[in-house]
Structure formats: C-alpha cells, structure tokens
C-alpha cells in the first residue's frame, strides 16, 4: 500500500508534499520525491511495500501495487503524465486541474480537493497523459461461456483461486477479514493452506449471524481469530473516520464499511496484509435480486456489477485497510480468475435458486457444512448494523429537515435519512460546493 502524487510543474514539491501528507495513513515509514521532465512526483510507503515501490522507482515512475494486475502509476512525460489504472479498479486513482491549467493526480481524493477546481476519477482499465483517455481493457469482451463440464470447471476455479492466493504471500504473516460469509471464507480455506496460523478477523454487534459463522469456519481451519463486537455508540463515533477515509456518503457502502473498518482496525494491529473476500458476488451471482432476473440477461448484469466495482465495493477495501496502512489482496479479481469466471455459464452461478453454485462445488470439503451452504447475507445484516443506524438515523433526523435537504447542488436526491447523515458528516469532510461525479452509487441503494 502506498500513497502517489503529482503535480506538472518542476519545484513544486512543497505542494506534492502536502498532497502525500494528507495520505500518509496508506504508508509513511519512507518517501520520496522527484523532479522529473517539467514535473515534480511523490510516493510514501511502508516497509513491507519496498520491493514493489524501489522496482518501479528504478524507472521513474510512482506506483501504488497490491499485486500483479492491481495497481495504479504515474510516469512523467513530457511536462505531464501517463496514468495507468488496472484493468478493475482495485487500486485508486484520481486526478484534476486547477485555474491555471495545471494537472494534478493523487491516490486519493482528499490529496486533491484543496488544489483543483473538480477531481476526476480514472476509471479502470484506462490510461491518460493529461491530453488523451485510452481504454486498454473492456470487461464486456470476457463475456464469453465456454467450459461445460461441472466437475472440471470447479477444479479449475480452485486452482486458479490457489495460485491467485499464493501470488500474494508476501510475509510470512498475514491475515483474512473473514466475514462467515462464502466468499471471505473460501479465500480462507485457501490460504490457510500456506499460511500457519492465518490470523482472521470478524466484526459485528453482539449475536450478529457473521459472527458465529466467522466463528464456526475459523474453528474448522486453524485460525488465529480475533472478533471485534461494536455497539450502536462505537459505530456513531467511527463514523466520521469511516466517511473521511471511505470519501463517500452512499448509504449501503457506508453501512458496510463501519464493520469493515473496525475489523480492519484490530487487523491492523497484528498484520499488514490481508484478503478480502470481495468480488465473488459479482463473478458468481451472489446477490439475492439476480434471482429474479431472465437468465439471458444475467451476463450482461454480472458483466455491470463487476464493472462498478471500482468506486462502490472495492473502494471500502481500499480505504478500510489503507485507513491503517495495511494491504488488502482481493484474489477473487485477479486477472486469470476473472478471465475464467466470465467464460463459466450462468447456470453454474445460479443454479436454481442457489447461488454461487460453482463456489460451493470448488470448495466443498474444504469448509463446515454450514458454512459452505450459507445464503448470502449483505455485509451490513450479517454484521448486524442496519436496523441499528437506519433506526438512529430516523429518530434523529426530522422529516422537515429531510425534505428540505436532501436535494444536492448537482440535482442529485438523497435517498433516505439514512443517507443523509452520512452526507452531513461527509459535508464537513470535503464541503457542500465539490463535484461528486467521481462518487459511486450502490447497486440497489435503498430509496425513501
């Protein structure tokens, strides 16, 4: 995990400086700034990053990897940049200009806001040199459904997820969020394998579902297991962290990070990196609304979620674990894997009115019963937090006061009250007048 910073004029490193110190929770242990063709760059970074960082520093350029296919870098050219972003959006990366015409980017927003007159997401799969956007990569050409033998297919997704896990053993110590869920759970059973003890951690409010199932599957594995059970009130008083560092107000992506980042903060303490789980609702059809929809659009849906990753999902991964300057390795999206997931026929994903069917089938006997056939449970319910913000929320929010805010500067609606307390606290973050276009917005956000 590093933080990467540009500005395209030379003795500017005052500036690149104050951009890398707002960012300085993803790694702060070294830093370095260069002046280089009419532009001045930053990078900091811990440790543990010093093989990926020093690799790319050797060719001028700044680079925040993860692992092989999730990165984002800068190489300056030319009096600007090249930005180059990896093919899903895993790692972040942004940029602007400001009254003058002079080009920014950082790796977070809130490097930016202060330097640019509005911040622009790059989205995956694309590069930009300040001039020109080119799209190297489309997910809508994976689509493609080819395998057709079961038994073969789910031997197949185990072994890719095992060499997807095995490319991210960095240290001899690390750690899973595990969430009981299916997806945390299956990249555990795998990583177990080469890691002992992998050191797990579940967080939720007392008797939350993930809990006992986290729980059930670190007992069956080995693992060293941490919990973290939260109240109402230790949620409330994460929440401004939660939203500085998630830099969003959607409501379901807030609601799954407060968990997210509490048991991202007990990692921390004992790890600096770990897996997540995500991404395998996305391949495998893990969502309860799939179900209902023709199977013939399936692909093209499963093909938009995956896509929508990068600002929903992936960015409360990012920021959960950068929050602490941990790294999160998500082997559900590495490269091969998505390849492979895209070419397996929906009625492997959801088979009936299971889903994730392939999942189960690549991981049977390698989890407790129950936990393998777990339905899926959203972040927030599984942890236990929905009824208990929404509800705070609604006593403290007046209707009056809903009506008469929840229309933003740039026409959009809050949705509920809900959402509205978030974008207060976010408000006080980052101010009323920002342009939000870089911000994304969940699939299926529940509407007042």
Same mark, same amino acid.
């Given at each position: 995990m590093a933080a990467i910073a540009g500005v395209?004029?030379?003795?500017?490193?005052?500036?690149?400086?104050?951009? *890398?110190?707002?960012?300085?929770?993803?790694?702060?242990?070294?830093? $370095? *700034?260069?002046?280089?063709?009419? $532009?001045?760059?930053?990078?900091?970074?811990n440790d543990h990053e010093d093989k990926n960082v020093t690799a790319y520093l050797t060719n001028d350029i700044v680079c925040d990897y993860k692992r092989p296919g999730h990165f984002a870098w800068a190489k300056p050219e030319d009096g600007l940049f090249t930005l180059y972003r990896d093919e899903l959006g895993v790692t972040p990366l942004y940029y602007g200009w400001d009254s003058d015409d002079t080009f920014y980017f950082a790796s977070e927003v809130k490097a930016l806001v202060s330097f640019v007159e509005s911040v622009k997401e790059l989205l995956p799969g694309n590069t930009f040199n300040g001039r020109e956007m080119k799209e190297y990569f489309q997910l809508g050409s994976l689509r493609q459904e080819q395998v057709s033998d079961p038994v073969k297919t789910a031997y197949t997704l185990k072994s890719l997820l095992d060499d997807s896990v095995k490319f991210s053993l960095n240290a001899d110590r690390m750690g899973s969020w595990l969430s009981g869920g299916l997806d945390s759970s299956a990249i555990c059973a795998i990583a177990s394998q080469y890691i002992n003890p992998l050191v797990t951690f579940a967080a939720g409010v007392e008797g939350a579902p993930d809990l006992e199932y986290a729980r059930m599957a670190a007992?069956?594995?080995g693992t060293e297991h941490h919990e973290v059970i939260v109240s109402l009130q230790e949620m409330l008083s994460a929440l401004p962290e939660v939203i500085y560092h998630l830099e969003s107000f959607d409501a379901l992506l807030v609601r799954s990070s407060i968990t997210n980042y509490l048991a991202a903060k007990e990692a921390s303490q004992y790890v600096s990196e770990v897996?997540?789980?995500e991404g395998g609702d996305e391949l495998f059809a893990g969502y309860e609304y799939l179900k209902a929809l023709p199977r013939d659009l399936l692909p093209y849906e499963l093909t938009k979620i995956t896509g929508d990753l990068h600002n929903t999902a992936l960015q409360r991964v990012d920021r959960c674990s950068s929050a602490f300057g941990t790294t999160a390795h998500t082997p559900f999206l590495d490269p091969?894997?998505?390849?492979?997931?895209?070419? #397996?026929?929906?009625?492997?994903? *959801?088979?009936? $009115?299971?889903?994730?069917? #392939? *999942?189960?089938?690549?991981?049977?006997g390698h989890l407790p019963e129950p936990v393998l056939n777990r339905p899926k449970a959203k972040f927030w319910e599984g942890a236990g937090v929905k009824e208990l913000v929404s509800s705070y929320a609604e006593d403290t929010i007046t209707d009056s006061d809903f009506s008469k805010n929840r229309l933003l500067p740039n026409g959009w609606n809050i949705n509920t009250k809900e959402e509205l307390l978030y974008y207060y606290i976010f408000k006080e973050h980052f101010g009323s007048e920002i342009d939000l276009s870089w911000i994304g917005r969940t699939e299926g956000s529940p509407v007042k």
């Open positions: 395209s004029k030379e003795n500017s490193k005052l500036k690149v400086s104050a951009m *890398l110190s707002k960012m300085s929770h993803r790694g702060a242990a070294k830093k $370095t *700034l260069l002046e280089k063709e009419g $532009t001045t760059v930053g990078i900091t970074w007992d069956y594995l897996f997540s789980g091969d894997v998505v390849k492979y997931a895209f070419s #397996i026929p929906v009625g492997y994903k *959801l088979n009936g $009115t299971t889903e994730k069917w #392939i *999942l189960r089938k690549a991981l049977d």
